[in-house]
C-alpha cells in the first residue's frame, strides 16, 4: 500500500500488505483478545478510553500532521478531528455504563429484565475522508460496550490507519483487541467469511455498502451503513442570508468538500436567489488555494486524482445539460489534486449535480418557488442523511425539519455529527445509527432474562 500526499503527488510511505494467512491470524487474536476484554468491568474499560483520550490531546499535533499528509485536508481541520475523537472517547468513558445499564420490566416473572452483551468481533470498514473520526466515532462505543474491533481502512491512508491502532495499545487495551488489516478491498469478503468476525460496520460508497451488506446478509451477520448524501439546504424568503451564506461556504468547503453530510443542493427560494448566488460567488472567489499544512491555506487538494476526474466530469455534463456555471469548474494549474471551488445555478432534475453526491468543492443551487416545492425537491433523492434549513420563522423550520426524509436536520446551522445525538440516513444513505446511546446499542446482544 502507498500513502501519496495529495498536494504535491510524492510517495510518503510504502506499506507490506497482509496476506490472507496474516489476516486470518490477526482475527483469531482479536478474538482471544475479546473473550477476556468483554468480562472487564466498565470502569476498566473507561479507564482506558479516557487514556486514548489523553493520547489523542498530547500528540494532537503528530496525528494532524499525520492526516494532511496522507490525504489533504488542512491542518487546522485535521486538527479538530483529533479534538473530536478525544471528546468521543471522554463521552463513553462517561456514559456507557449508564446506557448499557439492565432494563428493568414488569411482567408476569418475579423479576424480569433486558440486558446488554457485546457481540464480539466487528469489522469496520472505514473511509478516507476522516480518517481518524470515522474510525474512534465506532470504536469507542463498540470497545465500551465489550466488543473488539478489526479495522480495515481506505488503502491511501495506511499511516493513520496504523497509528489509531497504536493509540489503543498504547492506552492500555488488552493486546490485540483492535487491530488493524492492511488489506486490499477486495479481500474484505474474505474477511467477513470468518467464523471470528460477529458483525461488520462500513462507512463509504452506496456500491460498497450494498456489497458487504449483501455478503454480510448472507452469512446473517449485522451491518450499520453510513453511504453517501446529496444533503440539501433550503434557503427561505425570511432566512438571515448573512448567516445562511456564511454556514455554507463553511459546510460546502469543509474537508474540500469531501464529506457525506457537507452541503450540497442548495434550494433557495427565487426571491432570494440573487443575493444568495453573489454572496456565495464572492465568498468562494476569495478563498485563498495552497498548501493545507500552511495555516493561512483555505482551499487544499482532493484526496486522490481520481477524485478530481470525478468531480470534473460531473461538472462538465451538468453545464452541457444547461447548468450556468457561476464560478470555478476546473481544475486548479497546480501541483497536486486540487479542484476550483465551483458554484452552478439553473440546476435542473436530471443533471449529475443534482442527483449524484458530488464529494468535492462543488456548489448546487436550485431554484424553487415556495415552501412546498423546496420539500419536494429536497425529498428528489435516493439519498436521505442529513440537511438544513433557514429561516426567521423556527416554527417554520421545525415544520419542514420533520417532512424532509432524512436521518438528521438542522435549523439555522449546519448539518454536523455529535457525540449526544444519533448519526445515520435513511433511503441509500444507509442504515442503522452510531454515536449518542443509539449507536452503543447497535453491537450488542439485546437479551431478555425472565425469573419466575
Not at 88 to 93: I, K, N, R
Not at 335 to 355: A, E, N, R, W
Request: proline content about 4%.
Amino acid at each position: 500500500m502507498k500513502s501519496i500526499n495529495p498536494a504535491t503527488g510524492e510517495l510518503v510511505c510504502e506499506y507490506a500488505e497482509h496476506s490472507d494467512i496474516e489476516a486470518r491470524q490477526i482475527i483469531q487474536e482479536v478474538h482471544s483478545a475479546w473473550l477476556d476484554w468483554k468480562e472487564t468491568p466498565f470502569s476498566h474499560r473507561a479507564l482506558y478510553l479516557r487514556k486514548t483520550s489523553q493520547i489523542l490531546r498530547e500528540k494532537k499535533d503528530h496525528y494532524a500532521r499525520l492526516m494532511t499528509i496522507e490525504m489533504g485536508k488542512l491542518l487546522r481541520e485535521s486538527a479538530t478531528e483529533i479534538e473530536k475523537c478525544a471528546w468521543v472517547c471522554d463521552f463513553y468513558a462517561e456514559h456507557a455504563e449508564e446506557m448499557l445499564k439492565d432494563e428493568v420490566i414488569q411482567t408476569d416473572a418475579s423479576r424480569s429484565f433486558v440486558t446488554f452483551q457485546p457481540v464480539g468481533v466487528v469489522l469496520a470498514v472505514m473511509p478516507w475522508n476522516f480518517p481518524f473520526w470515522q474510525v474512534f466515532r465506532f470504536a469507542a462505543p463498540a470497545l465500551m460496550a465489550g466488543n473488539a474491533a478489526a479495522l480495515k481502512h481506505a488503502s491511501n491512508v495506511p499511516g493513520c490507519a496504523l497509528a489509531i491502532e497504536e493509540i489503543f495499545r498504547e492506552a492500555g487495551f488488552t493486546p490485540n483487541l483492535f487491530r488493524t488489516l492492511l488489506i486490499p478491498s477486495g479481500s474484505v469478503k474474505a474477511v467477513l467469511d470468518n467464523p471470528f468476525i460477529a458483525a461488520a460496520t462500513l462507512t463509504g460508497s452506496e456500491a460498497a455498502g450494498s456489497d458487504v451488506a449483501s455478503f454480510a446478509g448472507k452469512r446473517i451477520k449485522k451491518t450499520v451503513l453510513e453511504l453517501g448524501g446529496t444533503d440539501p439546504v433550503r434557503v427561505l424568503d425570511d432566512a438571515d442570508l448573512n448567516a445562511a451564506v456564511k454556514a455554507a461556504v463553511i459546510s460546502r468547503m469543509i474537508n474540500q468538500g469531501q464529506s457525506c453530510i457537507a452541503a450540497k443542493r442548495f434550494i433557495v427560494m427565487k426571491n432570494v436567489l440573487p443575493q444568495f448566488e453573489t454572496a456565495m460567488k464572492t465568498a468562494f472567489e476569495s478563498l485563498l488555494i495552497g498548501d493545507p499544512l500552511d495555516s493561512k491555506t483555505q482551499v487544499s487538494p482532493l484526496a486522490r486524482p481520481d477524485l478530481v476526474d470525478e468531480i470534473e466530469k460531473q461538472v462538465t455534463a451538468s453545464i452541457h445539460a444547461g447548468a450556468r456555471l457561476v464560478t470555478g469548474g476546473k481544475r486548479i494549474n497546480r501541483l497536486g489534486s486540487y479542484f476550483q471551488p465551483t458554484i452552478l445555478s439553473d440546476v435542473k432534475k436530471g443533471m449529475p449535480v443534482y442527483s449524484e453526491e458530488t464529494f468535492g468543492p462543488v456548489v448546487s443551487i436550485i431554484a424553487v418557488s415556495n415552501e412546498q416545492e423546496a420539500i419536494e425537491v429536497a425529498n428528489d433523492s435516493d439519498f436521505g442523511l442529513g440537511g438544513c434549513v433557514w429561516t426567521r420563522d423556527l416554527l417554520r423550520g421545525e415544520r419542514i425539519a420533520r417532512k424532509v426524509e432524512t436521518g438528521a436536520m438542522f435549523v439555522n446551522g449546519m448539518t454536523k455529527s455529535d457525540p449526544r445525538l444519533p448519526f445515520g440516513g435513511i433511503k441509500k444513505s444507509g442504515y442503522g445509527r452510531e454515536l449518542a446511546s443509539y449507536g452503543i446499542k447497535e453491537f450488542v446482544n439485546i437479551k431478555t432474562i425472565w425469573i419466575a
